[in-house]
C-alpha cells in the first residue's frame, strides 16, 4: 500500500544510492478490489512489503478487510516509529493475529547506527505504548513478534535482544542472515565470514530463548569447515563484492530440511516433505501486489517486470496469465533468469550455498 519508510537502514535498499523513494498510495478503490478478489482464498495476508506500511493511509480499512473476509492469518512488519494509540486500538479491534516489530540491536549505539536516523528512546516508548495498549484492554491479540537482520556488528547483542523483547511481552522472534546489496559497502557484515561466531551465539539464543519462553525461529548453522570452499569471484565483485562462495565438498546438508524451514519462515501453507522439487515456491503460493495495483512474483522482484496490473485484469487472469506461467516453466526446469539467478530470499541463509548471502551472480555447479 505504501512504497516509503522514514528510516534508512544501513543494509536496506532504501540506503541504496541508486534507490528513489516513490510517493505513489494505494487508493480506497483499489484496496476494496484486491481485498475482493484475493482475501477470501488467501491463507495469509501481508499488509507490507520492503516499506513502512503504518505510512500508508489505508492501513485501517485493510485491517478490517481482513477481518471482513476472515482471512486465516494476515500481519505485518513495522519498525514501529509511527505506532499511534489509535492504530495500536485498531489492530487489536480487528485481532490481527501477529505484529512484528523490526529491531537490529539491544543497545542504543547499534541501534541508532543501524536503524538511522531512528533514536533509541523513542522507540523504546513505542514498544511501551504497545504493551500498554494490549494491558489495557486484555486482549489476547496480537501476539508480539521480533525480528532482527544479523550481521557481524550486532550479532554478539542478540541473547540481550531476546531479554529486552521478553521484558515487553513479545512471545515469537525471528533472526535472518543479511543479504548483501552491492554498492553498499556492507561486505564485511555478512556473517558467512564468521561461522563459528554465528553458529555460537545463535546456539546461546536458542538456550535464552528456551529459558524466555520464546519461539525463535533462526537461521541453520553453517557446516563445520565451510570456509574451505570459498573462493574469488573477480569478474561480478562490484556486483555484491567479496567472495561468492561454495560449499566444501562432503558438507553433510539437508536440502530438503533447509527448504522446510524457509517454508514455515515466510507461513507459506507447503507441508514439510522429503524431497523438493522447486528451488523457489513463490510463483505457486505468493502475489506481491503494488501500491498502483501492478504485481510482482514475490517481493525481491528486483527485475521489476509487472506480471499483471489489478487496475485493468482480475486475481485470476494474472494468477494464470503467461508470465507467471513462464517462470514457474523456469523454477521447476531450474532455467533461472537473472534475477532469480540472483536471489538472496529463496536461499537467504542456506549454509551450504554461501553465494546466497549476496545479490550476485551464483556460481553453478
Keep these: 500500500m505504501v512504497n516509503r519508510c522514514q528510516l534508512r537502514c544501513i543494509m536496506c535498499h532504501f540506503s541504496h544510492p541508486d534507490f528513489e523513494e516513490s510517493n505513489l498510495l494505494m487508493d480506497r478503490d483499489l484496496l476494496e478490489k484486491v481485498a475482493k478478489e484475493i482475501f477470501p482464498i488467501a491463507h495469509d495476508v501481508v499488509l507490507s512489503s520492503s516499506a513502512e506500511p503504518l505510512m500508508a493511509p ?55 547506527r543501524i536503524r538511522y536516523p531512528g533514536k533509541w ?100 548453522p553453517f557446516p563445520e569447515g565451510i570456509q574451505e570452499g570459498m573462493r574469488e569471484d573477480i569478474r561480478n565483485e562490484e556486483e ?45 503460493y505468493y502475489i506481491h501486489v503494488n501500491p498502483d495495483g501492478t504485481v510482482f512474483p514475490c517481493g525481491h522482484w528486483f527485475e521489476f517486470s509487472s506480471f499483471g496490473d489489478f487496475k485493468t485484469q482480475t486475481f485470476r487472469e494474472i494468477w494464470g496469465g503467461k508470465e507467471f506461467r513462464e517462470l514457474r516453466r523456469q523454477i521447476r526446469q531450474i532455467d533461472l533468469r537473472k534475477v532469480c539467478a540472483n536471489c538472496t530470499i529463496s536461499g537467504m541463509g542456506r549454509p551450504d550455498v554461501l553465494a546466497s548471502f549476496s545479490r550476485r551472480e551464483k556460481l553453478r555447479s
Design 58 to 112: 489505508e492501513l485501517p480499512r485493510a485491517l478490517e478487510l481482513c477481518r471482513e473476509y476472515e482471512v486465516p492469518f494476515f500481519h505485518f512488519s513495522t519498525n514501529a516509529m509511527s505506532m499511534t494509540e489509535k492504530l495500536m486500538d485498531k489492530i487489536i479491534e480487528v485481532q490481527m493475529p501477529v505484529l512484528t516489530v523490526s529491531l537490529d540491536g539491544a543497545t542504543k549505539e547499534t541501534f541508532e
Design 121 to 220: 528512546e523513542v522507540f523504546l516508548n513505542k514498544l511501551a505504548l504497545i504493551r500498554r495498549k494490549k494491558e489495557e484492554s486484555g486482549a489476547e491479540f496480537p501476539r508480539l513478534s521480533g525480528t532482527a537482520v544479523l550481521m557481524r556488528s550486532n550479532i554478539e547483542e542478540m541473547p540481550d535482544l531476546l531479554r529486552l523483547l521478553a521484558s515487553q511481552g513479545f512471545s515469537d522472534v525471528n533472526f535472518v542472515h543479511m543479504g548483501v546489496l552491492g554498492g553498499m559497502g556492507l561486505e564485511d557484515e555478512t556473517l558467512v565470514k564468521y561461522p563459528e561466531l554465528s553458529n555460537r551465539v545463535l546456539k546461546e539464543c536458542k538456550k535464552v530463548a528456551e529459558e524466555l519462553g520464546l519461539r525463535l525461529m533462526a537461521p541453520m
Design 240 to 284: 555484491g563484492g567479496g567472495t561468492a562462495l561454495v560449499a566444501p565438498k562432503g558438507s553433510e546438508f539437508s536440502v530438503h530440511e533447509f527448504l522446510d524451514h524457509k517454508n514455515r519462515e515466510f507461513n507459506l501453507a507447503v507441508s514439510p516433505r522429503d524431497t523438493h522439487k522447486r528451488l523457489c515456491y513463490f510463483p505457486w
